[in-house]
């Protein structure tokens, strides 16, 4: 597995949702694909799915908000009605690998993540792009915030 330290922007056009972590597997999807249908009216976007996530910063952190949308290209001057428009400039430590293996990423990068002393950015967005493969097969790539 291919872990690295990366800095990057990401430029994302979404709509938020919100609840408890332990639902996030279905609803953020479900979510998604209601955004997908609203597609034609972000402009200027990538193409490339994404979704962003507050961290999980204990055990008592129960609920949290998400972001699922698309990347765009250029700062959007418009964003359509009941969307947001989001900018993050962070350093993350990334991975990709198959969707089906979501949470053995997580943990493999967390682990990576801490054998190289980075320490966790627990208040900004953990990131996902999503990139589907052929056979119907998708892969993510996985940002997780760091402090540098």
Known sequence: MDCKKVKKIFRVVGIKGGGAFANFGTEVPKLAQQFLTRLDEVGNHSGTEI?????KRDANHLDGNYYVGLIVNDTLKEVPVGMDYIETAQAYVTTRGKIINIDYLHNQLLKWA???GYKRDLESHIVETY???ENGEEEVEIYLPIHI
């Open 131 to 133: 990139h589907p493969m």
């Open 114 to 116: 801490d054998n190289q």
């Open 51 to 55: 979704a962003l996530f507050e961290p």
